[in-house]
């Protein structure tokens, strides 16, 4: 898969050596299986094997499938084969580097907490900023580089770092007990739905009022104990996902909160529901997760609802914002006892009180005992 010039679509009847480079990835994606007949040899046929075999890899990562090799196709299967460590990484303004080895790259950079610009698989300026930042911080040559010190510097750290960014805890480390907690901490909150947009409806009342009000509930509890808190939207507006994550980013904010509840067509369908981004098998966000798990539990705990647990998801709110995301959804409208709850104002309260709660053991880990033996704090100059 070398040349990036414009092509011919391949497809079944194909044959040639451009069909023996698509054989070749796939082979090397572990999508098509080594004919032992065959040897080394790829083959040049476009056969009913490689046929299935690009179905698969269109379908797995969103492309429209067609079982042919077009350009985006073929682009997508240049970019699946670098793997992190394959080559040097760098910002080339003329030719900006793709590939899954620099997807892999800002997802981890952001997982530390280092703003490299979305995880879209592009090395641009954002990811050598954020880059250069992470190789300053770990005493690294900050050359916006990732060679084999950075790798082996982002392997060591690795899934280590479980107990929030490693800024969070040197500054949870050096932590002196004084003031309001939140102070200098940037919250959005984001209440789902609005204007027409109801969501889904209780009676009377809409989703929509509902998170507001509850979203109002956490901005005045947040905003008293000194963090500095924006609402999405007010009442009469519905931003898209892409205005509400913008929003976020560009407020610069710590942390990212987006309020929703929930209805089924079942009446036994309820409990309260986390979610944070992550691919469920791959790389997730460490502090998303773990704000995800206090928040619901601090819910569950207070309100008594059912615990329907924590989940990954790559849903665009979750994987556009690059600080930690969380979407919370806070009972069913649907479910006699939730709704009840879900109506009664000092509930919503409640909520919001627990959702403070949780923010504050975020960013004051209560074990100002971090994973000590895991993460060594880096000198600072
Ligand atoms: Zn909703």
Redesign the pocket.
């Known amino acids: 898969m070398g040349s990036e010039s414009s092509m011919e679509p391949l497809g079944p009847g194909s044959t040639g050596p451009a069909v023996a480079d698509v054989r070749a990835a796939l082979r090397s994606l572990g999508l098509l299986a080594v004919d032992a007949a065959a040897g080394e040899s790829v083959g040049e046929e476009y056969d009913p094997a490689t046929e299935l075999a690009v179905r698969h890899f269109q379908q797995v990562r969103g492309l429209s499938v067609d079982g042919r090799v077009g350009e985006e196709t073929y682009r997508a299967l240049s970019e699946a084969r670098w793997s992190l460590g394959d080559r040097l990484l760098h910002h080339d303004p003329e030719r900006p580097m793709r590939g899954d080895d620099v997807t892999n790259l800002q997802e981890r950079l952001l997982e530390l907490g280092y703003d490299a610009g979305r995880a879209d698989g592009i090395f641009g300026r954002e990811t050598e900023t954020g880059l250069r930042a992470f190789q300053r911080d770990y005493g690294l040559t900050a050359d916006g580089t990732c060679g084999p010190g950075t790798l082996r510097a982002l392997r060591q750290l690795g899934r280590k770092v479980t107990g929030g960014r490693p800024q969070l805890l040197r500054q949870s480390a050096n932590f002196v007990d004084s003031g309001p907690h939140l102070i200098g901490r940037r919250i959005v909150v984001d209440p ?2 609005g204007g027409a947009d109801t ?2 409806t209780a009676g009377e009342t809409t ?1 929509a009022d509902l ?1 507001l009000d509850l979203a109002s509930r956490i901005e005045g509890r947040l905003a008293a104990a000194g963090a500095t808190v924006y609402l999405t939207r007010g009442r009469d507006q519905n931003p898209t996902a892409e205005q509400r994550t913008a929003f976020a980013n560009d407020a610069r904010a710590d942390l990212f909160i987006s309020l ?3 209805a089924h067509g079942s009446e036994h369908a309820r409990g309260v529901a986390s979610y944070y981004y992550g691919t469920g098998s791959g790389t997730s966000s460490t502090v998303g997760e773990r704000f995800a798990d206090l928040a619901r539990r601090e819910m569950v705990a207070r309100t008594g609802m059912l615990d329907l647990g924590g989940h990954p998801k790559t849903w665009d709110l979750l994987r556009w914002t690059r600080m930690p995301a969380v979407r919370l ?1 806070c009972g069913y409208l649907s479910h006699p006892v939730d709704r009840l709850l879900l109506l009664d104002a000092r509930l919503r309260g409640t909520v919001a009180s627990a959702v403070l709660a949780a923010v504050q053991r975020l960013f004051l880990p209560a074990e100002a005992d971090p994973p000590t033996g895991t993460f060594v704090l880096p000198q600072k100059v």
């Open positions: 789902g739905h969501g889904f989703e998170v929703h509840m929930d959804d």
